[in-house]
């Protein structure tokens, strides 16, 4: 995905400057009748602070969706960028709200924002929050599974590295890049140095690489203790690779990629087998 800077929005884009208003008061507090009441009489829809904070940021933050909603109808700009890059959709997933995120969805957000030095993507977003529900409506409407921050790197990172199994689930069920890199590291890296066995086991059954090595030429056994469950994993993968079997469905999966449980619902294959294809015994 491109990285650009942040725009900053003007005012003749976004209505007049202020540090704070009671638009936004109301927004960040959930008072629906008093924002409405506020909007009824002119306050702008749109205005912001100084660090280009609208009313709708506010109502996403507090996962307000009543809120959103009456800010949406009134005309509120739904890509509108704080001065770090972050829109409305971004706070709605950081505040794990799904309400506020389907609604934004609705009025037609973009689920995959021009990414900027200083914020990451919804979907980011709802990984380091670890909301799978919010995770599985970006990854639903087009959230792409390989957006690049240049702090997180692809979302299945962030997703290992906060110790969030869940929203790891449901990137590998959609596609993701079990061996996608960023200076060489791995997602199998960030989940042994989080201490955790499930997400380790998940991660190679899915056909994680255990003997890649990152910028320090440091495979993930060596970011576990020798003496913990995690070394006692990742050696006991190290010496028994994946069967066949295990490792035709990898290569199937890879192949078909973010597509793969689209083109198995069109093959005439037994019930088993598919579930088997989908990982249904891990996930």
Request: proline letters at 4%.
């Amino acid at each position: 995905m491109e990285v650009t800077a942040a725009r900053r929005s003007f005012l003749c884009d976004i209505g007049s400057w202020a540090d704070r208003t009671a638009l936004h008061e109301a927004a960040a507090h959930g008072r629906a009748l008093q924002l409405k009441q506020l909007l009824e009489e002119g306050a702008p829809v749109n205005v912001v602070t100084v660090d280009n904070i609208t009313p709708l940021h506010e109502a996403c933050i507090q996962a307000h969706p009543n809120c959103a909603r009456l800010l949406l109808e009134a005309g509120a700009q739904v890509d509108i960028r704080t001065i770090h890059g972050s829109t409305p959709l971004c706070s709605a997933c950081a505040a794990g709200s799904l309400e506020c995120a389907k609604l934004l969805l609705e009025y037609g957000a973009k689920v995959n924002p021009s990414l900027t030095a200083l914020t990451a993507s919804p979907l980011h977003e709802a990984c380091i929050h670890g909301n799978a529900d919010v995770v599985r409506l970006m990854i639903t409407n087009g959230a792409k599974l390989e957006a690049f921050d240049i702090h997180f790197g692809p979302p299945l990172h962030i997703a290992c590295a906060k110790g969030r199994l869940d929203c790891v689930k449901e990137l590998l069920k959609a596609g993701a890049d079990v061996n996608s890199v960023k200076f060489h590291e791995t997602a199998l890296h960030h989940a042994a140095r989080a201490n955790m066995v499930d997400m380790m086991e998940l991660l190679v059954e899915f056909g994680a690489d255990v003997f890649a090595s990152d910028n320090l030429g440091r495979k993930p056994i060596d970011y576990t203790d020798p003496a913990s469950p995690s070394y006692s994993c990742l050696q006991f993968y190290e010496s028994n690779p994946l069967n066949l079997q295990q490792l035709c469905r990898i290569a199937l999966r890879r192949m078909l990629g973010t597509k793969a449980s689209e083109v198995m619902e069109q093959l005439k294959i037994s019930h088993r087998i598919y579930n088997y294809l989908q990982f249904s015994d891990l996930l």
